[in-house]
């Protein structure tokens, strides 16, 4: 969707242009019918046959008759011709009007032997377009090789085999000078060549409005979601009295986000470049936009009480020096990918909620749906206040909040990055009524606009809003004709996902108890209508920790000494003191020999000399405690002289010193009982922490894996996603390491104080290769049928609220989800057609609209071709897309939808 745009030097002021776009406009459209041929019907080369061909690449095309064409396009074989079917032009080709290519032969020579090549099933790329053609290829005395014969034609053959098609050396020097200058990669420039362009008036049929383009409202000329529900033109006339359970159908899903790549320096200004568009597409009014950011420029930004939100907490911090834009804010469907009416517009300095505000309701306001889906990367924080802040906007921005459902959500792959409750209360996956939607659109969105980036970044304000609008029109365009293919393909594979998970479903109910799930039921859909009610994803239960242990012994102490029944034997450590920090001594042996390992042969004098005073620091932690533990284990003197080395040289390095602690000790020493139960409490204690951080760790390790796979380009990032990985890997091997320690301790500790065998059923032997794996999230891609859940995964602390109850209401949202996406894919491809018939009437509409006795016949015919044109290309679109969908894929079309 190209604006035809007039460059102008730097400097020179673009306003003089501005009233003529009328007469640019009715040229154009007078270009789509016969123009001064209007009236002369037959040929004026040989005054036989009607005029019906023009030539869109010679110039100044007049019209002939099919033989002439032929004729005068025989040095002239890749030229662009239409055909006048009564209505408007229409392509044609000169193969079809019976043009054939004769290779291996002057042009002005017969071939005794042509041979048709492949069915005449060749194409030719040129640089005005891939056509395909009838080619002959000599087969009598003279016969070269084909290839030979298209290489003298200066036609470069794809391949060497089963030739079908080739390029013109001509598009190949285009090429090699275009991937000189922009690096346009071969794919993108084969498209280029395939699609059309569209000037930005012309196609909005402004030029065919009776009063003129300065009447075009703002947003008029964007490009329309056909897949978004759209009232009055794809939904039926009674969907706002469509029942609670239906109503959600009706959801329009808007993705909010902001590109900082889009930046444009201090060059020209608004007065001298104001550009054409004036808040006709994409880009909002700059005026009114500019005027509402003066008037609130010291309003200040609230601070996040989430994540730490760069987009918020330093959106007065980010640097904007020399720049007159810092980027682009967005409002984008959700769900299709298109860039909404009047949503865009350009940053200041961060991601301020004044910008933000704006575009938002200015996208919201062409758009009458009650049920609003709204994605951001920080939804949490923005949607506080949001009505307040609404408040200070135009009145035609409000919103009536009274009369809206809306549902505020973070993109699912921006949401691990948020706290715990935000990734329950925003989460997609666990919220009802949409579907599969992730809200990551504008994100895709970006991969297509980056590019312009740095040729945007030098123009001047109107030039760049006028440019980016042409590239976000095509792009919405192009959704727009993807939208058969992508939603035929979405459909099969929702509906194969609904019976996958419903059947996983059934599965792990098979496996629970009837009342359990009667139960859970109550309580998810409780919580699925009020969020303030009990949080059936969370859990409820935490394990003992070692921190609520030692405040518990610390408490017990404190009313020993109270009581005076303290038997303390140092001022400063008591028993449990001495236990707690023996354990806390043998955490940080184990980090100091992982250190010392990572060193290498070829550390530096600097990590050397780190890792020496992390060896002194724990040496004198060690002596100091271990005098102190004389004091409640005196027997430990003689088992610490069994050990000590022969001679000085062979010392034991200090990672590796043994502490003896009372579950090292065995029941055969005087070690009092005491000691032997704070260390039982303390360890068991140990157990639980460290099992949730291996739990933690895991599933740490496996975003990491799914980032790194997505997400990661190029040899030095994927160099720094490793290392990343690797030092999670480490942590997760370490904590393996202290689990395994915890539980030897409590076995030993078990046998001395007779505890019966119920641990063992919590804290079992850990298998490194089948245990340390992550429990299935809600963010994982596909289904695993073999899928085993590890034991760590069902301990009794966790079991009885993440495990079955959280998993239980884990598959029931994945079965719901898909089987919202199968309802949503099936209402959007009527939508899709019902939009196109509706904007194919338009067009119709448009025809005699502009009828007047001052126009010419010249121009009244182009207006009505062009019409016809657009109602005829809406009218292929929705056939092509209704075979494409054909049943059984096509559902029943909804009540009250016409199509």
């Given amino acids: 969707m190209m604006m035809l745009r007039l460059r102008l030097p730097r400097g020179k002021d673009s306003r003089p242009w501005l009233p003529e776009c009328p007469t640019f406009l009715d040229e154009m459209i007078r270009l789509e019918g016969r123009g001064e041929y209007i009236e002369d019907s037959l040929c004026g080369h040989c005054q036989k046959s009607a005029r019906t061909i023009r030539c869109t690449d010679c110039f100044l095309p007049e019209l002939c008759c099919p033989p002439c064409a032929v004729e005068r396009h025989r040095h002239l074989p890749l030229h662009r011709l239409q055909r006048w079917n009564g209505h408007y032009f229409e392509r044609i080709s000169l ?3 019976g043009l054939c290519i004769q290779l291996g032969h002057r042009m002005d ?13 060749f194409v030719i790329i040129d640089t005005n377009g891939i056509h395909e053609v009838g080619l002959d290829f000599c087969a ?49 420039f084969y498209l280029s060549l395939a699609l059309a362009d569209h000037q930005l008036l012309k196609h909005f049929a402004r030029g065919h409005c009776p009063d003129g383009v300065g009447t075009t409202e703002p947003g008029q000329c964007a490009v329309l979601c056909p897949a978004c529900p759209q009232p009055g033109k794809n939904i039926p006339e009674d969907w706002k009295d469509a029942p609670p359970d239906k109503r959600w159908l009706y959801a329009l899903f808007v993705g909010i986000d902001a590109n900082f790549r889009l930046k444009r320096k201090f060059v020209s200004s608004d007065s001298i470049d104001p550009g054409i568009s004036k808040g006709w597409s994409y880009f909002v009014d700059e005026r009114a936009y500019k005027g509402y950011l003066d008037d609130h420029k010291d309003r200040n930004q609230e601070r996040s009480t989430c994540a730490s939100h760069n987009a918020i907490n330093m959106a007065d911090t980010k640097n904007a020096r020399g720049l007159a834009a810092t980027g682009v ?48 990367d920080i939804a949490c924080q923005w949607s506080k206040h949001l009505r307040s802040r609404m408040m200070t906007l135009p009145s035609r921005f409000h919103l009536d909040f009274s009369s809206k459902a809306i549902t505020f959500l973070v993109p699912k792959f921006h949401l691990p990055a948020h706290i715990e409750q935000c990734q329950i209360d925003f989460s997609f996956n666990l919220s009802r009524y949409v579907g599969r939607t992730d809200g990551e659109a504008p994100e895709r969105g970006w991969a297509n606009i980056n590019p312009i980036a740095s040729s945007t970044k030098e123009m001047g304000p109107g030039s760049r809003r006028d440019t980016l609008d042409d590239h976000f029109g095509d792009w919405n365009w192009k959704c727009c004709i993807r939208l058969g293919r992508l939603l035929a393909r979405k459909l099969v594979d929702a509906i194969e996902q609904k019976a996958e998970h419903q059947r996983e479903l059934i599965e792990l109910e098979s496996c629970l108890k009837a009342q359990d799930i009667s139960q859970w039921r109550i309580e998810v859909e409780a919580w699925e209508q009020d969020h303030s009610q009990t949080n059936p994803f969370q859990v409820r239960v935490a394990p003992e920790t070692q921190s609520a242990v030692r405040l518990e012994l610390a408490r017990i102490e404190a009313a020993e000494l109270e009581s005076g029944t303290n038997i303390s034997l140092h001022a400063d450590v ?25 060193l290498g042969v070829h550390a530096t004098d600097h990590q050397l000399a780190k890792a020496q005073q992390h060896t002194n620091s724990l040496r004198r932690k060690i002596e100091s405690w271990q005098d102190i533990q004389l004091l409640y284990m005196p027997f430990v003197s003689l088992l610490r002289a069994s050990e000590e080395p022969c001679s000085p040289a062979s010392s034991t390095p200090v990672e590796a010193f043994q502490l003896w602690l009372p579950s090292a000790v065995g029941p055969d020493t005087q070690c009092a009982i005491q000691l032997h139960t704070l260390e039982w409490k303390l360890r068991y204690a140990q157990a639980n922490d460290t099992l949730k951080d291996i739990r933690n760790l895991l599933c740490l390790r496996s975003h990491l894996y799914k980032f790194m796979d997505s997400h990661i380009v190029g040899q030095a990032a994927n160099t720094r996603a490793r290392s990343t990985i690797s030092k999670a890997d480490a942590k997760v091997n370490m904590a393996a390491e202290r689990y395994e320690v915890a539980r ?6 078990a046998r001395i104080l007779n505890e019966d065998r119920t641990w063992m059923e919590v804290f079992k032997p850990l298998n490194r290769s089948k245990d340390l794996k992550a429990l299935k999230d809600m963010w994982g ?25 959280i998993e239980w209401c884990k598959a029931r949202v994945r079965a719901m989800r898909w089987e919202e996406e199968v309802d949503l894919l099936k209402e959007e491809q009527w939508w899709v057609i019902a939009f196109l018939d509706w904007q194919g009437g338009w067009w119709q509409s448009q025809r005699e609209r502009r009828d007047s006795e001052s126009l010419d016949d010249t121009l009244r015919e182009g ?20 075979i494409l969908w054909s049943p059984p894929t096509l559902p029943t079309p909804p009540a009250g939808t016409t199509t």
């Fill in 95 to 97: 193969k079809t009007l």
């Fill in 574 to 598: 008591s028993p449990s003191i001495l236990i707690s920090s023996g354990i806390d001594l043998e955490d940080q042996q184990r980090c100091l020999s992982l250190e010392i390992a990572a």
């Fill in 140 to 188: 009598c005395g003279a016969m070269q090789t084909h290839v030979k014969q298209l290489l003298q034609a200066r036609l470069f053959p794809a391949t060497i085999t089963d030739l079908k098609t080739a390029a013109t050396f001509n598009v190949l020097e285009q090429y090699h000078k275009l991937l000189f200058e922009s690096k346009a990669s071969a794919f993108e």
């Fill in 863 to 882: 207006l009505v071709a062009y019409a016809e044109r657009q109602a005829s290309l809406r009218r292929q679109l929705s056939t092509h897309f209704q």
């Fill in 744 to 749: 030897a301790a409590l076995a030993n500790l």
């Fill in 781 to 805: 891609k596909e289904t695993e049928g073999t899928w085993h859940l590890s034991w760590i995964w069902k301990t009794p602390e966790v079991s009885e609220n993440a495990t079955l109850h």
């Fill in 109 to 121: 020579d017969t071939c005794c032997n042509p041979q048709r090549a492949f069915n005449d099933d």
């Fill in 329 to 376: 804010g967005t409002v984008d469907c959700a769900r299709h990918n298109m860039k909404l009416r009047n949503a865009v517009g350009d940053l200041q300095k961060g991601e301020k909620y004044i910008n933000m505000d704006y575009l938002f309701f200015s996208a919201m306001s062409h758009n009458e749906v009650t049920v609003l889906n709204v994605s951001y």
